[in-house]
């Protein structure tokens, strides 16, 4: 079993074993999240080069992971990718094995953004094309800005009273969001967010 979860990595530094595609990838992914990324490989794509990632156009060695929060190792050698793999568990710092995800620690869902709302999707095995299509689905789903500004807004002002009168703002928020996303009232009482 896994944990989903949301990491806050704006800034920390990222390093991407490899320059091919899938590193051209991966390495949007950490770009779009905010992380420095620094990529180690002896041919690097001019995809990658026209990022703005660093590059050190060698061979991997031990020791290029210090100071990182988080790695990918994504090469077309396999017994590379584990080796890398291997000294980022050691050093306890989440990595992607691009070839075999079930050999590293952090796998990349899919991801659905609307409005500040995002919804990542895994299959919990190796089906990408599933949660991409299951993405695709969601997307539509989720609520533009403008309606999570409103509701938003709404809860920080229940928040600002006590007893039922709270209760009774964020039952009505509740209600409301459901309605917008065609969900059935649950009748629930209201609760403290």
């Known amino acids: 079993m896994s944990l989903a979860a949301i990491l806050e990595l704006?800034?920390?530094?990222?390093?991407?074993?490899?320059?091919?595609?899938?590193?051209?990838?991966?390495?949007?992914?950490?770009?779009d999240a905010g992380l420095d990324v620094h990529v180690v490989a002896p041919g690097v794509l001019p995809e990658v080069r026209a990022l703005p990632v660093t590059c050190a156009e060698r061979g991997y060695r031990a020791g290029d992971l210090a100071g990182a929060s988080l790695v990918v190792a994504a090469t077309d050698d396999a017994q590379l990718n584990d080796t890398v793999t291997a000294e980022a568990r050691s050093l306890g710092i989440p990595v992607n094995h691009a070839g075999h995800a079930e050999r590293g620690t952090l796998r990349f869902p899919a991801v659905a953004r609307r409005g500040g709302v995002q919804v990542a999707v895994t299959t919990g095995r190796e089906l990408p094309m599933l949660a991409q299509a299951l993405t695709e689905l969601i997307a539509p789903l989720l609520p533009d800005a403008a309606h999570l500004d409103a509701w938003a807004q709404r809860r920080d002002a229940a928040l600002t009273v006590d007893g039922e009168a709270r209760a009774t703002a964020l039952a009505g928020l509740r209600d409301d969001i459901r309605a917008h996303l065609g969900l059935p009232d649950t009748g629930m009482p209201g609760r403290s967010a």
């Open 10 to 31: 704006h800034g920390a530094r990222a390093v991407v074993v490899g320059g091919g595609r899938v590193a051209a990838r991966r390495a949007r992914t950490l770009l």
